[in-house]
T-cell receptor, first 114, second 116 residues
């Protein structure tokens, strides 16, 4: 059982380049989330999705876009990379959005923007 | 505003000794609290959660956490530390103020170092 998978593991971007961070889960979870983790900080929510075709902004959405065409996949798009987007990105999923639900995290993508 | 605080950046303990990683929270309404562990170059792994019921919650790898409502704390504990417990630990609380998202609010993390 793979759980939540993310690709790539590490990427270096030049300022202004674009890329897509991939996230997939095989647990048939409805809810999916993207967080970023900056050094010495906790995780902050970028975007989330409550199901296929439905997405919404978290607390730090600027500079990012998402889509959810299937239950399994939740890619995160960076259109014009900026040094401030240097971070570790984690995708997570939960079966439902109820408050007691556990979120399960992928291994992360480390992004460096130079 | 809802928040989680982990007052210690690092906790050092000798192998075999008990360990405590501290967490305090501030929420409106009932708290839903979680502990995650992050090993180097790995994602976050769920350890345990408090939803309701017994104040002492048991989780993975021999960890437990004690919920204390009067002190608004949810400290992570283990009776006997292992070197392999060395990792970054995050406390989190469910955000009840954002409609629908139920996002987690994370503390800044505490690095646990268990020396042989």
């Amino acid at each position: 059982n793979a759980g939540v998978t993310q690709t790539p593991k590490f990427r270096i971007l030049k300022i202004g380049q674009s890329m897509t961070l991939q996230c997939a889960q095989d647990m048939n979870h409805n809810y999916m989330y993207w967080y970023r983790q900056d050094p010495g900080m906790g995780l902050k929510l970028i975007y989330y999705s409550v199901g296929a075709g439905i997405t919404d902004k978290g607390e730090v959405p600027n500079g990012y876009n998402v889509s959810r065409s299937t239950t399994e996949d939740f890619p995160l798009r960076l259109e014009l990379a900026a040094p401030s987007q240097t971070s570790v990105y984690f995708c997570a999923s939960s079966r439902l959005g109820r408050v007691q639900e556990t979120q399960y995290f992928g291994p992360g993508t480390r992004l460096l923007v130079l | 505003a809802q928040s989680v605080a982990q007052p210690e950046d690092q906790v050092n303990v000798a192998e075999g000794n008990p360990l405590t990683v501290k967490c305090t929270y501030s929420v409106s309404g009932n708290p839903y609290l979680f502990w995650y562990v992050q090993y180097p170059n790995r994602g976050l792994q769920f350890l345990l959660k408090y939803i309701t019921g017994d104040n002492l919650v048991k989780g993975s790898y021999g960890f437990e956490a004690e919920f204390n409502k009067s002190q608004t704390s949810f400290h992570l504990k283990k009776p006997s530390a292992l070197v392999s417990d060395s990792a970054l630990y995050f406390c989190a609380v469910r955000d009840m103020e954002m409609d629908s998202s139920y996002k987690l609010i994370f503390g800044s993390g505490t690095r646990l170092l268990v020396r042989p």
